[in-house]
């Protein structure tokens, strides 16, 4: 089966489980909307299916807090393992995905992209990979999805879900932003919001020195990135 396909399927089931639960009792109900370890399951509400959105102010940024420790990976893939610390200077988006979400495909052309875009103005782009099912635990899985969806950016196998917890999270996929100074200062849980996402990077790097004009800091996208199609057609 195809990494869409899977993530097709996982999607269908995970709004059948959420329907029949809400139409049976709210003590079932909470049962497909009780936290794993460190959070909530998935950002899918129960009206209708519709993933839950949530972001902070676009401008002025606020500092939401530390950016939290990133021990307790298992393995760290396309890198060797990075720490809060050793990330100063640079502005980070943590990505938290696991490669049979498809929301976490949908969004993925756009992490390509910047990590991309931005790599040389100071941008680390760090997939966070924290596993729902059995064969998301698999390394050798992450692997082949991780080279089958074209990701070069560094991903921390979190199959204890302690990153999860030192973030709080509760949803795939969730970003948070962190500036250069280890802050962070923006999140975003579900899919949408690309262009304020986007800003909200050039906001960051131009607080770390980075320069708009002379190709230093490209303008932002309009649309989907290029890559979306070809994603689309790898994952199919």
Same mark, same amino acid.
């Given at each position: 089966?195809?990494?869409?396909?899977?993530?097709?399927?996982?999607?269908?089931? %995970?709004?059948?489980?959420?329907?029949?639960?809400?139409?049976?009792?709210?003590?079932?109900?909470?049962?497909?909307?009780?936290?794993?370890?460190?959070? =909530?399951?998935?950002?899918?509400?129960?009206?209708? &299916?519709?993933? !839950?959105?949530?972001?902070?102010?676009?401008?002025?940024?606020?500092?939401?807090?530390? %950016?939290?420790?990133?021990?307790?990976?298992?393995?760290?893939?396309?890198?060797?393992?990075?720490?809060?610390?050793?990330?100063? &200077?640079?502005?980070?988006? !943590?990505?938290? /995905?696991?490669?049979?979400?498809?929301?976490?495909?949908?969004?993925?052309?756009?992490? @390509?992209?910047?990590?991309?875009?931005?790599?040389?103005?100071? %941008?680390?782009?760090?997939?966070?990979?924290? +596993? $729902?099912?059995?064969?998301?635990? #698999?390394?050798?899985?992450?692997? @082949?999805?991780?080279? #089958?969806?074209?990701? #070069?950016? *560094?991903?921390?196998? #979190?199959? =204890?879900?302690?990153? /999860?917890?030192?973030?709080?999270?509760?949803? /795939? +996929?969730?970003?948070?932003?962190?500036?250069?100074?280890?802050?962070?200062?923006?999140?975003?849980?579900?899919?949408?919001?690309?262009?304020?996402?986007?800003?909200?990077?050039?906001?960051?790097?131009?607080?770390?020195?980075?320069?708009?004009?002379? =190709?230093?800091?490209?303008?932002?996208?309009?649309?989907? *990135?290029?890559? %979306?199609? =070809?994603? $689309? @057609?790898?994952?199919?």
């Amino acid at each position: 089966m195809s990494l869409l396909a899977l993530a097709k399927l996982r999607s269908t089931l %995970l709004l059948v489980a959420c329907a029949a639960a809400t139409a049976t009792s709210p003590a079932l109900a909470e049962r497909f909307t009780a936290p794993l370890p460190g959070g =909530n399951a998935s950002a899918i509400g129960a009206a209708g &299916g519709a993933v !839950i959105l949530k972001t902070g102010n676009v401008a002025p940024l606020p500092v939401e807090g530390p %950016l939290p420790p990133l021990d307790g990976a298992v393995q760290w893939l396309n890198s060797p393992p990075l720490t809060a610390q050793s990330l100063r &200077g640079k502005v980070v988006l !943590i990505d938290f /995905w696991t490669f049979s979400c498809i929301n976490c495909l949908h969004t993925l052309p756009y992490v @390509k992209a910047w990590s991309q875009k931005y790599r040389d103005q100071g %941008l680390v782009v760090i997939g966070i990979h924290a +596993p $729902e099912f059995a064969s998301e635990r #698999d390394i050798g899985n992450v692997k @082949k999805a991780m080279h #089958d969806l074209g990701i #070069d950016y *560094p991903v921390a196998i #979190d199959n =204890n879900f302690a990153i /999860w917890r030192a973030f709080r999270n509760r949803y /795939w +996929p969730a970003f948070y932003f962190a500036d250069a100074q280890g802050r962070i200062r923006y999140h975003h849980f579900g899919e949408g919001e690309y262009a304020e996402s986007e800003q909200v990077i050039q906001q960051l790097l131009r607080e770390a020195g980075a320069k708009q004009g002379e =190709n230093r800091l490209p303008a932002i996208t309009a649309g989907a *990135p290029r890559v %979306l199609a =070809n994603q $689309e @057609k790898t994952a199919s």
